[in-house]
């Protein structure tokens, strides 16, 4: 049996090490490839779809003759369903479309509005998408325009949003989506979801500028209820999201020292606790968050490091959290939008309920109690402790 087994394996070996094509029907040489790295889908009028795909290609450089220069490559079709707008391509792509290496999967504010759930399911059942692609709205254009428009020949867009992806840490007020997880939260009946929004700006070299025409903004959430666009949120209400969520990694939070200067105090490190439970008055859940912060920056000439002021400081960042916190909640409230999942928080700590807690929570989420505990603490100061304005 074990000489057998040795055999098949080497008898399977020998036949796609021969060039056996029928072995492998989806193999392709490299030069064949369209490696897609940006999938971009539009709804149309009468239910059409505009499927776009975008990669970054090498071409021969004509100022400087035997070398090459990257530029952008888009192809698109149409169709009934993106399934058939994909096969389209076919009729006069000069290469396969592959999308094992697809980063992001971009969709238009008109499209969002009409709902992205049935374009996500063609997406799924490809075996080719990976999962942890991550997808984006495009506020004020349709997909096909944004990537065709931002893409120079020195600058692909997909090297910009991964840039602003390792970015988005920053000022937490945004962040990454894969496509796992909103396959996962669409999925789930009476919670609503958020996704990165892009924004798109005239460069600051001026609308003539060949070079990155356009500015590309990551700082905010969009909001869905079931799979539709409902609400672009702020920067402070996103970064309320990220404070619940507990996807808080950075950012900035302004304090007044004594004499009313600013003081810029870091986010290094955050963690939140849900904490669900029911009493006579109804369902009730706490939010806690710890977090700490360094002093990156003082515009004051007094000296900050006295027990007095540094208790000040940490006050006011404490309040600032606190209202991010409650001013999200009151949004997903007033407008009836679990953006948090908290039906899963209150399923798993009462799973004899979970059953009624879903087939009421539209009723139920509106009326829970919120209670917000912040705790933080200032840990140290960076290279100095005196301002470089101090007498």
């Not at 098949?8 to 796609?16: A, C, D, G, R, Y």
């Not at 064949?32 to 021969?60: C, G, H, M, Q, W």
């Not at 109690?369 to 933080?376: G, L, P």
């Amino acid at each position: 049996m074990k000489r057998f087994f040795v055999f098949s394996i080497f008898l399977v070996l020998i036949f796609m090490l021969t060039g056996c094509s029928q072995l492998m029907r989806n193999r392709a040489e490299i030069d064949r490839i369209f490696n897609t790295r940006i999938v971009a889908i539009d709804k149309l009028e009468e239910n059409k779809v505009l499927y776009t795909i975008s990669t970054k290609a090498a071409v021969p450089n004509t100022q400087q003759q035997g070398t090459i220069q990257r530029t952008s490559e888009f192809l698109v079709s149409e169709g009934t369903t993106v399934f058939e707008a994909a096969r389209n391509m076919a009729q006069y792509a000069h290469r396969r479309p592959h999308y094992g290496h697809t980063e992001f999967i971009i969709f238009g504010e008109d499209t969002a509005k009409a709902g992205i759930l049935p374009y996500l399911d063609f997406i799924s059942r490809n075996q080719e998408f990976r999962y942890n692609a991550k997808i984006y709205i495009i506020q004020g254009y349709s997909a096909n325009s944004f990537i065709t428009s931002v893409s120079t020949e020195s600058i692909f867009l997909a090297d910009r949003l991964s840039i602003l992806e390792d970015n988005s840490f920053a000022q937490s007020r945004s962040g990454k989506v894969t496509l796992s997880e909103a396959l996962f939260i669409l999925s789930k009946d009476n919670v609503a979801t958020f996704l990165p929004v892009i924004i798109v700006a005239p460069s600051k070299e001026g609308p003539n500028s060949t070079d990155g025409a356009y500015d590309l903004i990551l700082k905010s959430y969009a909001v869905f209820k079931e799979d539709k666009l409902q609400d672009f949120l702020n920067e402070e209400l996103s970064r309320g999201v990220n404070w619940v969520k507990d996807r808080t990694q950075s950012g900035t939070i302004l304090v007044d020292a004594p004499d009313k200067k600013k003081v810029s105090l870091e986010i290094i490190q955050s963690k939140t606790s849900i904490k669900p439970y029911m009493d006579e008055s109804g369902l009730q859940c706490t939010i806690g968050i710890k977090f700490n912060t360094n002093i990156a920056e003082s515009l004051s000439s007094e000296d900050i490091f006295t027990i007095e002021v540094l208790e000040s400081l940490k006050q006011q960042q404490e309040e600032q959290v606190e209202t991010e916190v409650k001013k999200i909640l009151s949004y997903a409230q007033e407008r009836n939008m679990d953006i948090f999942g908290l039906v899963s928080n209150f399923s798993m700590k009462y799973p004899m309920m979970k059953n009624e807690l879903r087939e009421n929570w539209p009723q139920l989420f509106p009326e829970i109690k919120f209670n917000v505990e912040i705790d933080s603490n200032i840990n140290r100061t960076y290279l100095i402790k005196d301002p470089a304005t101090s007498k």
